[in-house]
Structures are given as structure tokens and as C-alpha cells.
């Protein structure tokens, strides 16, 4: 009775939606008009819409004057929390933006001394296999060092962002499919474009710096190759997160550089009405890397565990 009687309440609020002023909390990013929920979600509008949402926002214009297809993006905003009937609106001014190139130069700086390193120690980086015992000894070293580096990386999205909101960390999955630790910056859409970058960029940044100290380590520590099988082990999983093959830093570092919105969610539908398109390729690229990755991690735990 209650479920009922809340749909009931939701009608008759979307039925007076356009007898009375509503309001909205709205900013513009890099020539992009968005609004926002009190609880930060996030929706681009065009900016045409935009001008008739605030027309019949203050009760400038008449609902019935505008397209049937207007009216019901107005009352769909409302059931989703965008509009707050009674409410005012709300203009939010971007954050500054940041240099990016300086930050760039440090990452190209921080992977060229990695790649330097494990060059100068090549020969013995093909020895690992045979220099190192695998099992439950090594797993005990590197587990916790991996677990601590999962959350460097983290740390890294984290700090950036506290700079312009309240970033959180929460456990969730990669594709749908692959479980990992992600730092949600949905309030990263209202940051300029470099900041946004930024953002995605400085975990990956952080495990080049932790992968770049194993590596130097290893060139300057004789008979340790456990410090290069950490460089590489880190160094694999920048490059692994910077795939935009994954709903991860790579993605949305490929999304804001390229301008290239909704890119995944207009991939998958086409691809389900087979639509052949740029987005269509890539959506079946990143379901048949999910596919294969689900795979091979099946096949090395089959293989651990003695089951083939």
C-alpha cells in the first residue's frame, strides 16, 4: 500500500509540474549545459531545450505553446529529481581550470625513467621466471604490496577531487563484470575539461611513480629481483586501468579528451539495433576484451588450482 501510494503522490506532482515556477540546479562546462539532482547525478541538455525548461521554469511561457516532445523531457526531468517544483533556480559556476601540460610532463617524465630502468636491467628481468619462486611465500610479499598500491592509485583520484567536491570511494564493477575499488567523480562533469583529465589521469600517475620506485630500486639493489617483478606487476596495471576499452580511467581520460559524450551508452545501442557506427565497434571491442580477460583469469585459476 505504501509503494501505491507513493506513485500515487509522484502522478499528481508531475501533474501540477506546470501549474507553478519549478526549479533546477544548472551550470555549463566547455560550451556543455547540464543539470543536477540534490543527490549528483548528472544530465546534458541542449541548449535549445535549456531556453524552454527555463521558460516554463518561471512561468514565462505557457507549457502548451511548446512541442509535445519538450513537455515530456520536462515531466521525465522531474520523475529522474532534476526539477523541484515551488523550487529556485540554481546556476552553479564551474571551478577553475588547472595547466594540464606541466602534469603531462610529469607523467611522460615519470614513464620514461620506468622504461630507462627496466631497460638497463633487461636481461635480468627475462630471468624472473628462473630467478623466482612462485607460491605461497612470494603471494604473501606481494599481495599486500599490490593491495597497497590498489590504494595509492585511489588516493590518487582522491586528492585531485577534493580540491572541487566530495569524492567516494565505493566497491563496484568494471564492464559490469570485473569487481574493483572505484572513487566515484560523477561531480568531476561540472570541473572544466582539464580538470577532468587530470582527475582520471593521477591514479594511473601514481602507479608509474610506485612502479618507477621498484624499478629503481631494482637497477640499484644487486640480487633482488623482486623489485622488478613489482615494477612490472604495477606498471601492468597503469597500463591495464588506462585501457578505454574498460569503463575506467582510460575511458573517461579518451571521453573528455576527445569530447566524445555517451560514447559506451550510444555503442551499446546501436549495437543492439545493429547499427553499424564508430560507437558500435567500440562497444563490441570492449565486450569482446571483457570476454576474453573473464577468460583468461578463469583459465590461470583453473591452472593454480590443478583443475586442467
Given amino acids: 500500500m505504501c509503494a501505491a501510494r507513493d506513485t500515487d503522490d509522484r502522478t499528481l506532482d508531475l501533474e501540477a509540474l506546470f501549474r507553478e515556477p519549478f526549479g533546477f540546479t544548472w551550470g555549463e562546462t566547455d560550451g556543455t549545459t547540464w543539470l543536477r539532482t540534490d543527490e549528483g547525478s548528472y544530465k546534458r541538455v541542449h541548449p535549445v531545450f535549456f531556453e524552454q525548461l527555463r521558460e516554463i521554469a518561471t512561468g514565462s511561457s505557457d507549457p502548451t505553446d511548446h512541442d509535445e516532445r519538450v513537455r515530456e523531457t520536462v515531466v521525465l526531468l522531474a520523475s529522474e529529481g532534476y526539477l523541484e517544483p515551488g523550487g529556485e533556480i540554481v546556476h552553479e559556476q564551474p571551478p577553475p581550470d588547472i595547466r594540464l601540460w606541466p602534469r603531462l610532463g610529469a607523467v611522460a617524465a615519470t614513464a620514461t625513467l620506468l622504461v630507462g630502468c627496466l631497460a638497463v636491467r633487461w636481461p635480468e628481468l627475462r630471468q624472473l621466471p628462473a630467478d623466482l619462486e612462485f607460491g605461497l611465500g612470494l603471494a604473501l610479499i606481494v599481495l599486500?604490496?599490490?593491495?597497497?598500491?590498489i590504494a595509492l592509485h585511489e588516493l590518487g583520484h582522491y586528492v585531485p577531487s577534493r580540491r572541487y567536491f566530495d569524492p567516494q570511494l565505493r566497491i563496484g564493477l568494471l564492464n559490469k563484470v570485473i569487481p574493483a575499488i572505484i572513487t566515484r567523480t560523477t561531480d568531476a562533469w561540472r570541473c572544466p575539461r582539464n580538470v577532468r583529465l587530470w582527475i582520471s589521469l593521477a591514479g594511473p600517475f601514481v602507479d608509474l611513480l610506485v612502479a618507477t620506485g621498484f624499478a629503481v630500486a631494482f637497477v640499484i639493489v644487486p640480487g633482488q629481483p623482486i623489485f622488478g617483478f613489482l615494477a612490472l606487476l604495477i606498471a601492468a596495471r597503469a597500463l591495464f586501468v588506462l585501457n578505454p576499452l574498460i569503463e575506467g580511467d582510460g575511458y573517461w581520460a579518451l571521453v573528455d579528451a576527445f569530447g566524445w559524450h555517451n560514447l559506451r551508452t550510444q555503442g551499446f545501442?546501436?549495437?543492439?539495433?545493429?547499427?553499424?557506427?564508430?560507437?558500435?565497434?567500440?562497444?563490441?571491442s570492449a565486450v569482446i576484451f571483457t570476454i576474453g580477460f573473464v577468460g583468461l583469469n578463469i583459465a590461470i585459476l583453473?591452472?593454480?588450482?590443478?583443475?586442467?
Avoid: K, M
Wanted: glycine share 10%.
Fill in 269 to 284: 545501442r546501436d549495437l543492439e539495433h545493429r547499427i553499424l557506427s564508430g560507437p558500435a565497434v567500440y562497444a563490441l
Fill in 302 to 308: 583453473a591452472t593454480v588450482f590443478g583443475l586442467v
Fill in 144 to 149: 599486500p604490496i599490490l593491495l597497497g598500491s
